[in-house]
């Protein structure tokens, strides 16, 4: 089975708001983008929602991903993965390289879309086990916010059942730790506008691994689309003077 097919099978998100998404969507497919540093979870959210092993999951700090790659989650929604950055800085450059390249390319689907461009909405993850945000910090201020509109990058933090090293968490957060990942989210979203000055949604937290809010991290997604075609890659927005 191919993850083009996942949809006809193990995945209940593939299906989740489709009627609705059918409904709105004006062109097909909706492209996101997923990006972070080594070890945030690109491969395991990935799996996840698509409903079985089709990323290949790096072990430690050695990334499994080096090229990007498209799944298509149902014929309406296809997520790319981006090999991780921050293990060292030779291969951050290509890696960032190949980002920049991918959110500047045009949209080459049958529909009329000269213009356009293929990637619609950018989801970062953060390691939510870690305080270390450094990279996600290179990630958004180094080409990310140069690349795309703000309003199309979302912040997601993964690992949630490590956010206080494992404590307070059975099969989901106890008060103590819900109390901590909203202290955390609002915390992030803070020094994210401080850093980059640009204002972002509040970052939702999850777990791949345990399969926690991710009916919630779709309906983060599907509520943030813009319905309309991307139309700048960078350089001087039309609205400049």
Known sequence: ?????????????????????????RYVPMDIML?????????????ALLGGEFAKIGHGVDPETKEIKDYMLNEYIR???TPGLGDNPVDDAVYVQKSIKLLKRRYSGG?????GYLIDMAVVLVDGSSKDI??????????????IEASRVLVVVNQADMAMKGRH????PDD???KFLEEQALSLQKRIH????????KPLFYSAKNSFNLYSLMDYIVDSFKWEQRNWAGGKKKSDP
């Open 1 to 25: 089975m191919t993850a083009d097919e996942s949809y006809f099978a193990n995945s209940p998100y593939a299906k989740y708001r489709l009627d609705e998404i059918k409904r709105k969507i």
């Open 134 to 147: 450094g990279t996600v910090y290179t990630i958004l201020n180094g080409f990310l916010f140069d690349s």
């Open 111 to 115: 529909n009329d879309l000269s213009g």
């Open 169 to 172: 968490w059975n099969n989901e």
């Open 176 to 178: 103590v730790l819900n």
């Open 35 to 47: 990006i972070g540093a080594t070890g945030a979870g690109k491969s395991s959210t990935l799996n």
């Open 79 to 81: 997520l790319w993965d």
């Open 194 to 201: 401080e850093t980059t000055g640009h204002r972002i949604k």
